[in-house]
């Protein structure tokens, strides 16, 4: 059987730029339009708390095995026919969770989402593919923009139409609306999208799955990064999780407080990655740029317990925010340039699933602080686990070298 290898990497035109946003926004949109409906669609099935968690953490579940899967996938058999896969298996599933019949249905439907949503490291490694190293943490951070707009706007839209008091058929129509979503994302990609990776038969031998996890801890490079993510993911993630629960305590704000200062968040971050992080990290090193971002989430994560209000809370909640989005298309932009071309799928699905990891073990960590030690315990938490993230970017990007030296 023949295996792929990357085409020689150019500046890509606009057209392949924007299909690419475009998919990207079409994916977190129908993503965000489910996210907050989920607990009362799971309270409409009569869900137990300890299951509607579940019911969250099945999509993070599913995406720590699929990252890797995929992206293995993708550098064997090509990025386009693995995108085309996951994103049908999506849409199927956002169409079953519509007539899910129990608690337990709902569960396994989400975490087949999550499996097949974890295409993440497909998306990255065709941006390498496509790419020149010096512009990949530039469309890596447009990528990210793409995203956060999909986040945005996706709430609204399934605050729109759901109907909470009609039971399980009142969420129909916004899952209908996010598979809709995923069929138009899958039209484009066969419609727009070329394959970024040619045949080549002269590789012979890949290694197993279980060494290609150990030679990746193992990289003096990817291993940094690898854990990076997983500190970072687990600290933000948590703050998410209980940010609700603490305003509430800490100021008596509602949802409208929590949705005011997560929709400034999102516009922050993707006009940060839109404009700010491409530019930066091409003048200053895809490193230094790493630590800075490392440095502001830290610093954001050890104001935030100090904060008197609203305006306060969410202009550190900004910071922190500009700080992730300064930081993570590096991340991805070191390892594709670190990694071995003809597994750079794989590779970024391993980190993509340190943090897919970090997004399930987070959360519970951040409520086991907050219920046992105090409402605040959470931000000192991420804060201290974050400070070390910065040594480990430094450390990376020195390993790395510079960019004009592995430029092809």
Not at 21 to 35: P, T
Not at 79 to 106: E, H, M, Q
Not at 168 to 186: K, T, V
Not at 283 to 303: D, K, P, S
Request: hydrophobic share 50%.
């Amino acid at each position: 059987m023949s295996d792929t290898s990357p085409r020689a990497a150019s500046t890509p035109s606009r057209g392949v730029v924007a299909s690419l946003l475009a998919i990207n926004f079409m994916s977190m949109l129908g993503f965000g339009i489910i996210i907050p409906l989920l607990p009362f669609y799971a309270r409409s099935l009569r869900a137990e708390p300890w299951q509607v968690s579940l019911i969250f953490s099945a999509y993070a579940m599913g995406a720590f095995f699929g990252e890797p899967f995929w992206g293995r996938l993708s550098d064997r058999y090509g990025r386009k026919p693995i995108l085309i896969s996951t994103i049908l298996g999506n849409c199927l599933c956002y169409l079953a969770l519509a007539f899910a019949p129990t608690v337990l249905a709902a569960f396994a439907i989400r975490f087949l989402g999550g499996l097949a949503s974890g295409n993440g490291a497909v998306v990255q490694g065709y941006v390498a593919d496509i790419t020149p190293p010096a512009g990949r943490a530039r469309m890596m951070s447009k990528q990210g923009a793409a995203w956060n707009v999909g986040m945005i706007v996706g709430p609204a839209i399934g605050g729109a139409f759901a109907h909470a008091d009609a039971g399980p058929a009142g969420f129909r129509i916004p899952l209908f609306i996010a598979a809709g979503m995923s069929a138009i994302q899958l039209v484009s990609v066969i419609a727009f999208i070329r394959e970024s990776r040619v045949r080549d038969q002269t590789i012979s031998h890949r290694p197993s799955r279980w060494s290609a996890i150990g030679e990746a801890v193992r990289h003096p490079v990817i291993g940094r990064l690898m854990l990076l993510t997983f500190l970072v993911g687990f600290a933000f993630t948590g703050i998410e999780s209980i940010f609700g629960l603490w305003g509430l305590a800490r100021f008596g704000w509602g949802p409208r407080q929590v949705s005011v200062c997560f929709a400034a968040v999102g516009i922050v971050a993707a006009l940060t990655q839109f404009f700010v992080t491409g530019p930066l990290s091409e003048r200053f090193g895809e490193g230094r740029m790493l630590a800075v971002g490392m440095t502001m989430t830290v610093l954001g994560c050890f104001l935030q317990p100090f904060s008197t209000g609203l305006v306060y809370t969410t202009v550190l909640m900004c910071v922190t925010a500009v700080g992730q989005s300064v930081a993570w298309p590096n991340v991805g932009a070191l390892i594709s340039r670190t990694a071995d071309p003809y597994r750079q799928g794989q590779v970024l699905g391993l980190n993509n699933a340190a943090g897919s990891f970090a997004r399930f073990v987070g959360p519970f960590c951040a409520g086991l602080t907050f219920a046992g030690i105090s409402i605040n315990a959470p931000f000192w938490q991420a804060g201290l686990i974050v400070a070390p993230a910065i040594l480990l970017a430094l450390s990376a990007a020195r390993r790395a070298g510079p960019i004009i030296a592995r430029a092809p």
